[in-house]
């Protein structure tokens, strides 16, 4: 049974007693992920989205990385943008595929010198769908062994990777929490989680981890589902589970995205709610590139945006 402090139960019968979003305190931190965009239109989106949730004072935002560095001059691109422009800190995810360590310190090396000062360290996903991931025979290992090459080259902060229900290639759950630990042991300074629908798989997933001897920062990672088939094949990647209510909650609105986008904030918001009520403060949302799900569930925890820093970011 998981252990409460005192004023965590308070906080809980407060959620249960009083309207669920009733004047929260507005003490959490949130953090977003972007993808680089492919397209002038892209772009345009993404910066939108952008100059949307600068306001809610990120910790940081990031920007991913495609398999085999894919998208690497974009993700460059992007983060360099946000640092500069913004006054945000700007993370850009670095992966160990088909790269050499020379490849990994060129490139960590040009973030350092752009102002980027936080990475998201990640072993990275075969460019080939379906294959097995295989080092670089010059590259690193895992992303335990990226986090301490980096860790090597300049003073990063970095963000690493976590499964509440398990990595799909991970012998066990066991095996798994070894590998994150190893990950905090190389210098990681905290763990993102992949998205779940569970609010008891994040906080059991804590406990074991706790008990694995980790003590770091792990953050939930929150993905806000408008299309359930496209979250489904996230979730199959990531080894996370869908589950069958939230298939029937979706139904009949494909011709309905007004109401589908009311949907995904009510279920994502209260799932945040009941995180909150067992005391996480730290919320990692993934935007897909698109503001309105997540600064609407920023805002029904309490955070307001800066016009100041709308200004800035414009």
Known sequence: MRTVSLSKLEEAR????????????????????????????????????????VPLSPRFVSVTYGAGGSTRERTHATVARIASETGVAAAAHLTCVDASKVEIEEIARAYWDAGVRHIVALRGDPPVAGTKFAPHPEGYRNAADLVAGLKAIAPFEISVAAYPETHPEAVSAASDLDNLKAKFDAGATRAITQFFFSPEAYFRF?????????????????????????????????????????????????????????????????????????????????????????????????????????????
Request: hydrophobic share 50%; charged share 20%.
């Open 14 to 53: 407060r959620a249960l007693d009083a309207p669920l979003f009733a004047d929260l305190a507005g003490d959490a931190s949130v953090s977003f992920e972007f993808f680089p965009p492919k397209t002038a239109k892209m772009e345009e989106s993404l910066w939108a989205a952008i100059q949307t949730l």
């Open 206 to 314: 804590c406990d074991r981890a706790a008990a694995a001897g980790i003590d770091g920062e792990i953050v939930p990672g929150i993905l806000p589902v408008s299309n359930v088939a496209q979250t489904r094949k996230f979730a199959a990647m990531c080894g996370a589970e869908i589950p069958a209510w939230m298939d029937r909650l979706f139904e009949g609105l494909d011709d309905h995205p007004a109401a589908r986008q009311l949907v995904a904030a009510t279920t994502a918001a209260e799932m945040c709610r009941r995180l909150y009520a067992g005391g996480v403060r730290q919320f990692h949302f993934y935007t897909l590139n698109r503001a309105e799900l997540s600064f609407a569930i920023c805002h029904l925890l309490g955070l307001r945006a800066d016009a100041s820093k709308l200004e800035q970011a414009a």
